[in-house]
């Protein structure tokens, strides 16, 4: 399916703050896998994430080796533990006398309070699982202790809720880098990224009608609504199948989160133009676009060749490949379009508008991807936001006149967003900021309460949109006019 909220292609390098050299990271063992119970899986798991793994690369394959009944309880697991880690971590270190030598017995403690605070787990399943997990993982010797600390919680929970639910639970650098650039909202921001994400679909417009697609989905007893902001998306209220949901193999839908969808409706009328997706993968912004529009060329280029493959099967799936459409495997901070298009009549070609979903920190995307908790570092900031500079300042070469450029980030830090934009304006003197506007923003107040107008006493350049607890994620629009 397409989920256009994969942070994969977001961050190169890839970054963590425990990160091991490759040869020296405990490889996961299929075969001792299987003989692992849940919570031993899910701290073969994690640890492989506190190593600097990224979730999206072992999650999947671990889950499908696991039995149907259990798949569900693993991802749970999992993701949970990894969504409130730093909070759990604040719970555990106080019962500590001293710190602990291995990293696995660390994860025990932190599986196994997430299971007693934030499941219906009963305790003592839940505190004898995991210790069974101690001594399936050759621990035996701390067995004892996580068996006792988890006990003590059990009877402390009253006490320790309160305080578990108050934490922001995000690490410490990016919790004061949020106070820093959005003090009013920083706190609302870091619980609304404590949340599991609204699943949300976008109706491919060329096969139906949003509306008549949720009268289907009623007829399926499946509840859903309309999005707000999104012409064309629609929340699911429950849990579901996406596979097995009506229309998937046809093509009737893809999923993508609410915010996400607003780049096609901020791309405009691109009806016989030519148009440049760079860092497309893994292709629903690509599609969404060939939904709403009629391109004469689309162009959807990465450089990630394994996972611009998944751009072909999104296409292919929603019925949108064809001839004016080219996949190219290709850095878009160096790409020239002479040497790869197919025409040749398109030699030198610049494109009307080019959408540039750039790398970045994916901040706005941590409830999806909770090991983003763990895997990115401060550092990780600057580096992208240089790569983003070379983005911008290479595609507008692109570009032509009288054309336009939306560049989009999934992240919530104005360096890579606000910041960078303003940077761009002032050493770019062809380049005009094209107000951005959305009627249902307006009407929309919970998505307002969020919504940042002023940085630092100036407006916002472009706009900023904060990760929603029933709504979308985090997201960040501007769009460039290229003047004579």
Not at 32 to 49: D, S, W
Not at 129 to 144: F, N
Not at 189 to 198: D, G, K, Y
Not at 394 to 399: A, C, F, P
């Amino acid at each position: 399916m397409s989920n256009d909220n994969n942070h994969a292609k977001r961050n190169r390098p890839h970054f963590s703050n425990h990160a091991l050299p490759n040869d020296a990271r405990r490889k996961i063992d299929n075969r001792h896998f299987a003989h692992l119970n849940l919570r031993a899986r899910a701290i073969e798991l994690l640890e492989q994430v506190y190593h600097g793994q990224s979730l999206n690369q072992i999650l999947p394959q671990a889950i499908e080796n696991t039995p149907a009944k259990d798949k569900g309880l693993l991802n749970e697991l999992v993701m949970g533990t990894l969504r409130h880690w730093f909070a759990l971590d604040t719970q555990i270190k106080p019962m500590l006398s001293k710190p602990l030598t291995d990293t696995r017995v660390h994860i025990a403690l932190l599986l196994g309070l997430y299971q007693l605070l934030q499941t219906r787990i009963p305790a003592h399943a839940a505190i004898s699982e995991t210790v069974e997990a101690i001594k399936q993982l050759k621990l035996d010797k701390a067995s004892g202790l996580v068996n006792a600390l988890l006990r003590r919680a059990s009877r402390e929970l009253d006490s320790m809720q309160a305080q578990f639910e108050a934490n922001h639970a995000l690490p410490a650098w990016l919790y004061k880098q949020l106070k820093k650039d959005w003090p009013q909202q920083a706190n609302h921001i870091a619980q609304n990224l404590r949340h599991a994400a609204p699943v949300t679909l976008r109706i491919n417009s060329r096969e139906g009608k949003r509306d008549d697609y949720l009268v289907e989905l009623k007829d399926w007893d499946i509840d859903a609504g309309a999005c707000k902001l999104s012409d064309d998306g629609i929340e699911l209220r429950q849990s579901a199948s996406i596979v097995e949901l009506p229309g998937y193999h046809q093509g009737w839908f893809s999923v993508q989160d609410e915010h996400a969808q607003l780049c096609a409706q901020f791309s405009g009328d691109l009806n016989g133009k030519r148009v440049l997706d760079a860092c497309a993968a893994p292709g629903g912004k690509t599609a969404h676009l060939l939904e709403k529009n009629k391109p004469a060329l689309l162009v959807a280029i990465d450089y990630d060749e394994k996972r611009l493959s998944r751009v072909h099967e999104n296409l292919e799936r929603l019925q949108l490949d064809g001839a004016h459409v080219q996949v190219i495997t290709a850095d878009a901070a160096t790409w020239q379009p002479d040497a790869q298009l197919d025409d040749a009549e398109l030699d030198h070609v610049q494109f009307d508008h080019i959408l540039l979903d750039a790398p970045c920190t994916a901040t706005g995307v941590i409830r999806r991807h909770p090991d983003i908790r763990l895997l990115r570092q401060q550092s990780d900031v600057q580096q992208t936001a240089q790569l983003q500079a070379q983005l911008l300042d290479h595609l507008w070469q692109q570009l032509k006149l009288g054309g336009t450029l939306l560049y989009v980030t999934c992240s919530i830090l104005k360096q890579e967003n606000h910041q960078q934009i303003a940077a761009f304006l002032k050493r770019t003197a062809n380049a005009q900021l094209v107000p951005l506007e959305l009627e249902a923003l307006q009407q929309n107040t919970s998505v307002l309460d969020l919504q940042p107008n002023i940085i630092e006493g100036q407006a916002v350049i472009g706009l900023q949109l904060l990760p929603q607890q029933q709504g979308g994620d985090g997201f960040y629009f501007a769009k460039l006019l290229k003047t004579a």
